[in-house]
């Protein structure tokens, strides 16, 4: 135990709802709106002591369920559960580091709070869905750490503020004595490379444009896109069950990018496919027809289906070919550690899992000789913050996925007057020097954010 140790002593949940100014294809489904969950969350010390901290996620609903279940229900639930968090954590007596607390409760607590809300079920919700409802309340409790000790969140990864190190929670010998600061970058990169979504809705020149696009003053086509933001890495999203769709697209796309001087290009399978072969006929295809366009491609990101213990494909085939990297399937470090068995190559990072999990899983897969990467979930608001500080000490394969602006760029007005190289993509990069100060960084006093009445809010 240290005297910087603290508890959870309060919640506040906000749900703000956001309407996208084009539509999102998240496998089978599509995203036209989502809500935001914001929390503040109140940590006390031993003395006394309080801080408020601040945390977002989306509830993307499509992306962390893709059930059978109505959306309607599934959003619903996911609001649930969330509330449900929120009333729950100030009732447990877990005290620490921000990090030791997320960790132990991610470990013991959300595991039987799942699975008491799935009782009887006709559909249970994924852990997914649970670590997005989660992420909230640990990116705040980060946040109200650093707030309380006058600290940015990064320079407490350490011993002097953490009692336990890594090997208590990553089962290995070799992280003992070790602790998340000594695998995040030392002097991380102010400005990052940006990587823009291209889904598979978007229209990639005129002759695709249906005359429902919207007519706001921002782009529309692919090449409009990179030539207003200066893009250099394009992130195309496939079908992953339609072959000659998906070579068709790499192909255009690939033309797009050698016309407009784009460094680098990822290929997105949705997780539909099953069979490795469907992967590895389209790389070979690219390699002998478009090698200039198979050059470009940096690394494949999650083909495969969500549940790696469900579906344990063996995928080095694959990996041969190109870097492959877990997304959806990466809920934790021992996901991580089945992915690598598998034959996977990297990871890419989601603050909407937890900044507490999504630094465990950086530890253990940089010390396993893994590759990162750090992907948005569309992240407005607050939540681009900690999303864009994670990729940069992190340290990743290449900049950040960033793609808020794209889907709804007017929802971060108020956090854009603040920070605004962090929600305008310049010369192909974001900047976030002007986050700056205790936790996160926000400038929380500074943005003039009206929220909604709270939709709950437990202790204190």
Not at 256 to 275: G, K, S
Not at 438 to 449: L, M, N, S
Request: net charge negative; proline share 6%; with cysteine.
């Amino acid at each position: 135990m240290k005297s910087t140790d603290v508890r959870v002593v309060g919640t506040r949940l906000y749900f703000l709802p956001v309407e996208t100014r084009v539509p999102l294809k998240f496998g089978t489904e599509t995203l036209t709106s989502v809500t935001c969950a914001r929390t503040c969350v109140t940590v006390e010390d031993a003395q006394g002591r309080r801080a408020k901290g601040w945390g977002e996620t989306p509830l993307s609903v499509q992306w962390v369920w893709p059930g059978k279940l109505p959306y309607a229900r599934r959003h619903a639930k996911l609001k649930e559960f969330t509330m449900l968090l929120a009333r729950e954590l100030p009732r447990c007596d877990a005290r620490g580091h921000a990090f030791e607390i997320g960790a132990d409760f991610q470990e013991h607590e959300l595991p039987k709070l799942l699975g008491e809300f799935n009782a009887d079920a006709p559909e249970p919700m994924p852990l997914l869905a649970a670590l997005i409802c989660l992420s909230l309340f640990d990116i705040a409790t980060h946040d109200a750490f650093g707030q309380l000790h006058a600290l940015p969140i990064y320079e407490t990864y350490s011993a002097d503020y953490l009692s336990r190190d890594l090997g208590d929670f990553l089962e290995e010998r070799f992280f003992a004595r070790k602790f998340p600061r000594d695998f995040l970058v030392s002097e991380p990169p102010r400005r990052l490379l940006a990587w823009h979504l291209v889904g598979g809705l978007d229209s990639l020149d005129a002759s695709e444009l249906t005359g429902k696009e919207p007519s706001d003053g921002y782009p529309v086509l692919l090449e409009e896109w990179i030539r207003r933001d200066g893009l250099k890495c394009l992130k195309v999203k496939l079908r992953g069950n339609d072959a000659a769709w998906d070579f068709t697209r790499l192909i255009r796309v690939g033309e797009i990018a050698a016309r407009n001087n784009v460094l680098w290009l990822t290929a997105d399978f949705n997780c539909t496919v099953t069979e490795p072969a469907y992967v590895n006929d389209i790389l070979d295809r690219l390699q002998r027809d478009a090698p200039d366009t198979f050059d470009r491609l940096l690394y494949v990101e999650q083909p495969f289906p969500y549940e790696l213990e469900e579906f344990p494909i063996d995928v080095h085939s694959v990996s041969q070919r190109k870097p492959l990297f877990l997304d959806e399937s990466a809920h934790n470090w021992r996901l991580v550690r089945r992915g690598r068995e598998l034959g996977w190559t990297g990871v890419a990072l989601k603050t909407c899992k937890t900044q507490t999990g999504a630094l465990l899983s950086a530890c253990w897969a940089k010390t396993h000789g893994m590759q990162l990467m750090v992907q948005d979930l569309t992240n407005p608001m607050l939540a681009q913050i900690p999303h864009v500080m994670l990729a940069a000490h992190a340290g990743t394969i290449a900049g950040v996925e960033t793609n808020a602006m794209q889907f709804y760029p007017e929802a971060s007005n108020a956090e854009a007057v603040v920070h605004p190289g962090l929600y305008q993509r310049r010369e192909g990069e974001v900047d976030w020097s002007s986050v700056r100060g205790p936790g996160f960084g926000y400038r929380i006093d500074e943005i003039d954010r009206e929220l909604p009445p709270a939709a709950a809010e437990f202790g204190e």
